[in-house]
């Protein structure tokens, strides 16, 4: 059996194909709205096991599924023996056989690696400690629709060095933007990622730094899932890093600011930001969707 193509980074796929796929997304968007029978994939299953909370990721992969004509079947710790401690390996070998394309969102990277390689079908990284790689294409497709190619501009992260900062060091990479992460100390990307992007990726302590002449700001929640113990520290630690009208003004006219949800208001990003009528956010969370029907198109048809 040939090796199966997976999605776990964005460094899976080329700065090319990973172009193709956002056009092919914002294609399959535009279909959507028309009313198009994309029911390509009649009989597939997609496999998607949660480890941790989700509602964007399960909704729009088990919606997007439905839409491509299979079917997708929610697996969690409590439902599964991977709760009980059966081995990642045995797992991945038994689901792959029954299924077409799996989705895993867990805790460390290091088990979505194992998974994928023992699977026998495609798998898909939709979320790990490390990255989210899925979240990048929503936003890299929201971004084109908005301003067109993203290679050239700037773009900022504002808060933790968490799995969106460490996919934004690797999308820089891919579609050739600069980045400068502002990120208060002790809460950096790790830092082989930052000596692999030192071309393109800054770091910086000041996010008004970071931010001048951004064309994109992003951000994300201080304290990420799996952390909530550590919630108290990081409100202290993460103080002036909010996301709001007054650090926008520093950036350039028209930038965009995008957060991937779920939010807190007044913490990472001010309740105006949210609102406010013309944010992409909600655009963002919905291209999630067509971003991930493309992604399982080109992993089914590799
Ligand atoms: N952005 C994101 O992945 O959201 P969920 O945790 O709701 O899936
Ligand atoms: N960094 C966040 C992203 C949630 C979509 C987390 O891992 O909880």
Redesign the pocket.
Known sequence: MATPRHFLTLTDFSTSELEALIARAIEMKAERRAGVDQRKYPGYVLGMIFE?AST??RVSFEAGMAQLGGHAMFLSPDSTQLGRGEPVEDTARVISSMVDIVMIRTFGHDIVERFAAVSTVPVINA?S?GY?PC?LLADMQTFVEHRGSIAGKTVAWVG?G???AQSYMNAAGQFDFELRLACPEGYEPAAELLEAHSERVHLVRDPREAVTGADLVAT??WA???QEEEERARRVAFTGYCVDAELMSHANSGALYMH???AHRGEEISAELMDAPDSVIWDEAENRLHAQKALMEALLEA
């Open positions: 941790k964007r990721t979320l400690d989210h979240q933790d968490n799995n969106m994300d929640v990420s899932m799996g991937c949800l779920p």
